[in-house]
């Protein structure tokens, strides 16, 4: 079993900063890439940042400049800085993590369950 232990999500008046935390434990025998998606209401899942085990990240355009990603490799976690935080980003923030739970099995996505950010105006 495989779980993503999501925080720091809540309530930011517009300008302001979260700090998304994700933490991926279980039968994990290797870990690739790690990441964050959200979802806002009526709209589609989408990537917000990703991040590879050698620490390349990128980034989608509406956060560049404004949203940090990072990983620690000795535990398996990745953290999202969410800087001059809009209404925009309004919207319910999805760890990821591409690995492979066993020497058996492909490398195959799991997800958190979720964690809401409001951004208010």
């Known amino acids: 079993q495989v779980q993503l232990v999501e925080s720091g999500g809540g309530l930011v008046q517009a300008g302001g900063s979260l700090r998304l935390s994700c933490a991926a434990s279980g039968s994990i025998f290797s870990l690739d890439d790690m990441g964050w998606y959200r979802q806002a209401p009526g709209k589609q899942r989408e990537l917000v940042a990703a991040i590879t085990t050698g620490g390349s990240g990128n980034y989608a355009d509406s956060v560049k400049g404004r949203f940090t990603i990072s990983r620690d490799n000795a535990n398996n976690t990745v953290i999202l800085q969410m800087n001059s935080l809009k209404p925009e980003d309004t919207a319910v923030y999805y760890c990821?993590?591409?690995?492979?739970?066993?020497?058996?099995?492909?490398?195959?996505?799991?997800w958190g369950q979720g964690t809401q950010v409001t951004v208010s105006s």
């Open positions: 990821n993590a591409h690995l492979m739970p066993n020497y058996y099995t492909d490398y195959r996505d799991y």
